[in-house]
């Protein structure tokens, strides 16, 4: 069978009898290749035929991408503001090229754009004299329409090496372009295998480093486009967005992995030698219990959600945190008295935060008491302030310091949040009468605090000393209260109680 893109590249002006014979061997090429292969079919390959078949359907798919780049080029083009009325998009009664595309391709937003975008930086353009205009980045245009590399990987090319343009000569930005052409095709001296899109991007980065080593120039664009958005509330959550400068993202993410890594994490996935090493020095049913203890479900952008919480928790409580209009910056709820004033766990009230349009459960607003105080504010129906009591601590800063020194952590096993970046929880709730004293009080992280109860973690306090119970997902059968002992003295004392007893023995 004849190929397309040699039949369309054939026809010097093609019109409506050229393009309809284009358009039936595309559809008869893919007739064709549906009876060849099914999709079902790649089920009956060998390991070694499988990954044989992956790359060759790869190699077919990157011809089909260059076809549908150069068409999201023309398009593009062809939809120029300049055409007036005349611009294709116009025409056919859409706003836009995308729109166009999108209408015809039934592809989504972002991925038109991008199309549109590569075809028209390596689309072939027209003097003004009608001779041809090569593209700004000759070799990444054929090789994307040869199918020597892919999309992605022109795209990667594309996106490290404009920028230079505004301050380096063109010979040396197309220089470059070959050295990462070859780098991805496997001719290249230096890479003589081929290189995955993800590292091409990374050899651009550093292309354009050197290309612009005045580094502000080429960074203009991503000053400007640094941005963090916070969105309107969606089915509970609130979603965010934005782009973040690369030092900054670097940061968060050492960050992310401090509090992630297995040697630090708050609550930790351990690989099987991460768990012998956590374990050493403990009898193999001890080892088990330890390891049920420390298991979390939670996702790894789950974590990173809660890793984030603590991050604002602890730059509020910073001393150097700026404040509003004289005073800390306060999250402010507000919640019906008889819904805060509910008996414990039957409450269904919720509250309202400033500023936010979901709602948060009652649960959150009691932990919000707990860790930040209260203050009642009484508004009457026709909305006027009627009485504004004093704030409220729950816990004064002398007693969360004992609390911290005592607990030193999160006391939730396996979790390792140091106790300045926890929260204090009442034990017996306030609402129940539960005192605010130390002897009432414990460490919990964000995470822990929250989801205390859905959780199912059981935690009493016994003379002061503070014991934990798992929850039955965890522990089945006969469930036990267990000391919790966190605190390096009281660690130090347990150890040389057990060895007093070993060489009593």
């Known amino acids: 069978m004849t190929d397309p893109t040699e039949t369309l590249a054939a026809d010097a ?18 007739g064709e290749l549906g009876s060849t292969l099914a999709c079902a079919g790649v089920r009956s390959f060998d390991d070694d035929g499988l990954l044989q078949v992956a790359t060759a359907v790869e190699a077919l798919g990157r011809r089909v991408d260059a076809l549908r780049v150069a068409a999201a080029g023309e398009v593009a083009d062809r939809s120029r503001p300049e ?3 005349a611009q294709l998009s116009a025409t056919k009664g859409c706003r836009t090229a995308g729109e166009l595309l999108e209408r015809v391709t039934l592809v989504s937003g972002p991925t038109a754009g991008r199309r549109m975008r590569l075809g028209k930086q390596l689309r072939t353009g027209l003097s003004l004299g009608g001779e041809p205009v090569p593209p700004t980045f000759p070799a990444t245009a054929a090789g994307l329409a040869s199918g020597a590399i892919g999309v992605d990987t022109a795209d990667a090319i594309l996106t490290a090496l404009t920028p230079t343009l505004r301050c380096t000569d063109l010979d040396s930005v197309q220089a470059a372009e070959s050295e990462l052409v070859a780098a991805a095709t496997g001719t290249s001296e230096e890479t003589p295998v081929p290189v995955s899109a993800d590292e091409i991007r990374l050899q651009g980065s550093v292309w354009r480093a050197v290309l612009a080593p ?3 120039r080429p960074d203009d664009h991503a000053v400007v486009a640094r941005s963090f958005r916070l969105g309107r509330e969606r089915e509970g959550v609130v979603p965010v967005s934005g782009a973040l400068m690369p030092e900054i993202a670097g940061k968060l993410r050492r960050l992310f992995d401090a509090y992630l890594s297995p040697k630090s994490a708050p609550v930790a996935f ?6 012998d090493t956590n374990r050493e020095g403990l009898t193999p049913e001890q080892a088990r219990e330890q390891a049920l203890l420390e298991r979390d479900d939670r996702t790894p952008d789950q974590r990173r959600h809660d890793v984030l919480a603590v991050i604002l928790d602890v730059a509020s409580r910073a001393g150097e945190a700026p404040t509003i209009g004289g005073a800390p910056a306060t999250v402010l709820v507000s919640v019906r008295e008889q819904d805060l004033n509910a008996d414990f766990g039957q409450g269904r009230g919720v509250g309202w935060i400033d500023g936010v349009d979901s709602p948060i459960p009652i649960t959150a607003v009691k932990d919000l008491i707990s860790t930040g105080g209260q203050q009642k504010v009484v508004i ?12 409220e601590r729950c816990f004064t800063p002398a007693q969360r310091r004992a609390i911290q020194l005592r607990d030193e952590r999160c006391i939730i096993p396996g979790c390792k949040i140091p106790a300045g970046m926890t929260e204090i929880h009442h034990v017996i709730p306030h609402s129940e009468g539960g005192p605010t004293h130390t002897d009432n009080g414990v460490c919990l992280c964000w995470w822990h605090h929250r989801y205390l109860a859905a959780s199912g973690w059981a935690i009493r306090m016994v003379r002061g000393a503070v014991q934990i119970m798992a929850p039955p997902w965890l522990e089945t059968g006969a469930r036990k209260w267990r000391s919790v002992t966190k605190s390096r003295t009281r660690m130090t004392d347990a150890i040389e109680r ?3 007893t070993r060489r009593d023995q």
């Open 13 to 30: 002006a093609p019109g409506p009898s050229a393009a309809a014979r284009v358009v039936a061997e595309l559809h008869a090429l893919a």
């Open 83 to 85: 055409f007036g009325t």
């Open 214 to 216: 005045d580094g502000s």
């Open 270 to 275: 351990h690989t099987e030698e991460d768990a």
């Open 380 to 391: 009457n129906d026709e909305g006027r302030i009627i009485k504004l009591g004093s704030p």
């Open 498 to 500: 057990k060895n007093m």
